[in-house]
């Protein structure tokens, strides 16, 4: 009696394109709610007001911080989103939300409700992965990625 061993497929199609899918969803999200925020300090509340409201919240240097962070926070979403400088972009939003973290919410406990800093904390994690994981399949880092690594003696004619 014969035998053909067919070995078992370990994935599907679906199952490996969900876990890109959610990364892919996450780091848009979190680069809509940056661009959203930064707007906000440029628009609504103003450069101006976002600067006396960084400086009576008690953050150091508020007259440079509130525009870095306005345009950090505006452009980094931007790049997030499209998956460009990803690690980097994200280390630095990172590092501002937990800035934002030590400097305003912490003394007000763990609620957004009374001010705490629950919501802080979420873009902080969410950040933190997208430099440890990057960002994903479907980013214009990974096209980049993936163009250095081609072979360089093939030759793609337009």
């Known amino acids: 009696m014969s035998t053909t061993h067919v070995p078992p497929r370990t994935s599907t199609p679906a199952a490996t394109s969900l876990p890109t899918l959610g990364h892919t969803v996450l780091r848009a999200v979190l680069g809509i709610i940056f661009v959203l925020h930064g707007w906000q300090k440029f628009n609504e509340f103003t450069i101006a007001g976002t600067q ?63 001010g705490g800093y629950e919501f802080v904390l979420l873009l902080a994690a969410a950040s933190l992965l997208f430099v440890l994981a990057g960002p994903g399949r479907w980013s214009v880092d990974h096209v980049i990625a993936s163009r250095r690594r081609a072979p360089k003696d093939v030759r793609v004619d337009a």
């Open 52 to 114: 006396a409201s960084f400086a009576e919240m008690g953050v150091p240097a508020a007259d440079l911080a509130a525009p870095a962070v306005a345009v950090l926070e505006l452009g980094g979403g931007v790049l997030l989103i499209l998956g460009l400088g990803t690690r980097v972009i994200a280390g630095l939003l990172a590092l501002t939300v937990l800035g934002a973290l030590v400097l305003v919410h912490g003394e007000a406990g763990f609620f957004v409700a009374d």
